[in-house]
């Protein structure tokens, strides 16, 4: 199976950027479409974005759309998501997860359920 660690997570204020990472070993990385989702304390988790294997189509939730950019890098086994403009909203832990596209499974999307592997999660402090 293939392992997800997150990283560039940290505390900015409001206004600033970020840019996490997520590494993938163990499988090539190409069998996955991926997505970033988010979870603050006591809430439900939230998709923000996810992209298809190709890297040529993209999604994102309405919350992030056009402050927020998916992208990969497969010869790196590398996903990034470029997080622009943050405000305090967009404090939480944030986890990348993959679609395992083997059995024939297209999704990138929303739904959290259909997602076959998740990172550990890295924190992401927005201060006002």
């Known amino acids: 199976q293939v392992q997800l660690v997150e990283s560039g997570g940290g505390s900015v204020q409001t206004g600033g950027s970020l840019r996490l990472s997520c590494v993938a070993s163990?499988?090539?990385?190409?069998?996955?479409?991926m997505g970033w989702f988010r979870q603050a304390p006591g809430k439900e988790r939230e998709f923000c974005a996810a992209?298809?294997?190709?890297?040529?189509?993209?999604y994102y939730a309405d919350s992030v759309q056009g402050r927020f950019t998916i992208s990969r890098d497969n010869y790196k086994s590398t996903l990034f998501l470029q997080m622009n403009n943050l405000n305090p909203e967009d404090t939480a832990a944030y986890y990348c997860a993959g679609v395992d596209r083997s059995s024939g499974r297209a999704y990138y999307g929303g739904d959290p359920s259909q997602y076959d592997y998740w990172g550990r999660g890295i924190q992401v402090t927005v201060s006002s």
């Open positions: 992209v298809d294997w190709t890297a040529t189509s993209t």
């Open positions: 163990g499988r090539p990385f190409s069998r996955y479409n």
